[in-house]
């Protein structure tokens, strides 16, 4: 019989390390012990809210939480929180939990059903799940729905052969291309940029007067959230001195990665665009990345004004689609032009 555990953090020095292995093994996934409290423990919104089964020995058999994050709605700050961290142990998956005994639903989707709700009383909302194929019927059983949102993925190689190797996720024929269309595009940055003078890296809780559109749902610029998402070790803001944008904030790269844009405000002014753009080229190629991968989404201005720059810089664009799922929002909300999306919100450090 397992026992469910719905607790709000910071957790316990023994049960960190213990679900971190947990989650670790199963999800056969890295994740470092520092990124994992950072999240954990030191959002601006405060702890995480853990769901955690136990075995009747004591043992961790199953986790999810809930790490909460301000998000921008229609010009207001609310508290809504990212699902992570969710695993339960192949052995512990058909036994019943205390307090359900005469329930069908497994484990998995009543810890779920546990944690939603219990973030519902703390007044989170909405949740945000990125969960793979195989674990995303569980959170639509707790309630999740699920929201696809178009976007152009541009892509700038430096390293063609390189990146076709260690891209995850390609058949060998997308290699086979990857690699063709890098070495074209490595031929058009022949000549490499010079950073542009005017161009500066700033910290990334640095206030910004735009920050994207006020209408609809997108990430905060407030200095606490940049601060706690964007660690100086692993990011990099980049915005023209005359600018009062955000700018960019990437990833940096290496030598199996790209530099990845990941929260973006340019503005309506496009002679701070391409200097921005030419420093962001010219970093990748410094750090020895494999290039610049930008997604860019469909919230109308950027995809208009950006993407059309990018291919003119030799970027390879190419329309998809990103699938998240969502909890605790009015039908009207599922809209995918109510979103102005980042990718911060996809690639949180391991």
Known sequence: MLTLHIV?????????????????????????????????????EGPALHAVLKSQNGAIAGHCCLFPFPLNVRGRRVTAAKAEYFFVKTEFRKEAVLGHEGSVKPAAVLLLEGLYRSGKELGWCPYLV??????????????????????????LTFRPWKAAIHTPNLGTGQRMALGGIGALQRVAWAVPPKSDPFVREVPADAPSEHCGSSQGIGLSCDPDFLAWRYSPSEYLRLRNESSTDLGVIVKRGGARDYVRV?????GSHEQFRKPLLKTLVATALEERSLGVRWAVYHDGVSEKQLVPVLRKLAFLCMRRERTIYVHGLAPADLEPAVWHLQDSLFCFDS
């Open 8 to 44: 709000r953090g910071p957790l316990d020095d023994n049960l960190n390390p213990a679900i971190l292995n947990g989650y670790t093994e199963l999800a056969r996934a890295t994740v470092s012990a520092e990124n994992f409290r950072r999240w954990m423990q030191r959002s601006p």
């Open 130 to 155: 990125s969960a793979p194929t195989g674990v995303a019927p569980l959170h639509r059983l707790a309630g999740c729905q699920k929201l696809t949102i178009p976007l152009t993925e541009c892509l």
């Open 262 to 266: 990941c929260h973006s405000s340019l």
